[in-house]
């Protein structure tokens, strides 16, 4: 079992900059690999970035890339999202998740979640 948990999110003008947390608590964190994802209102769940165990690999969503940096610290079991130049469609709740094995772009892949933290982007 891994429980997750969410902090960071809130309200920013576009252009500006946020950073999520995920607090990890559970199955060992240092061992699995992590992501973030994201839900807007009538949209389904989309992919942000993911990060393996150890933090030496990181992928990016086309839309994320270049402005968000995902991270991990194992020591503090916990996962950040460094989102800047942020833009009105960045508005969502985010949610991040453990790895569970598969794609590691699919939501499907991903048996634990947290319960998400809102980001609202104004123009």
């Known amino acids: 079992q891994v429980q997750l948990v969410e902090f960071g999110g809130g309200l920013v003008q576009a252009g500006g900059s946020l950073r999520l947390s995920c607090a990890a608590s559970?199955?060992?964190?240092?061992?699995?690999?992590m992501a973030w994802f994201r839900q807007a209102p009538g949209k389904e769940r989309e992919f942000v970035s993911t990060i393996n165990w150890s933090g030496s690999r990181v992928y990016y969503a086309d839309s994320a890339q270049g402005r968000f940096t995902i991270s991990k610290d194992n020591g503090k079991n916990t996962m950040y999202l460094q989102m800047n130049s942020l833009k009105p469609e960045d508005t969502a709740v985010y949610y991040c998740?453990?790895?569970?094995?598969?794609?590691?772009?699919?939501?499907?892949?991903?048996?634990?979640w947290g319960r998400g933290t809102q980001v609202t982007v104004s123009s």
């Open positions: 559970g199955r060992t964190f240092s061992t699995i690999a």
């Open positions: 998740a453990a790895f569970g094995g598969g794609i590691y772009d699919s939501p499907s892949s991903y048996p634990y």
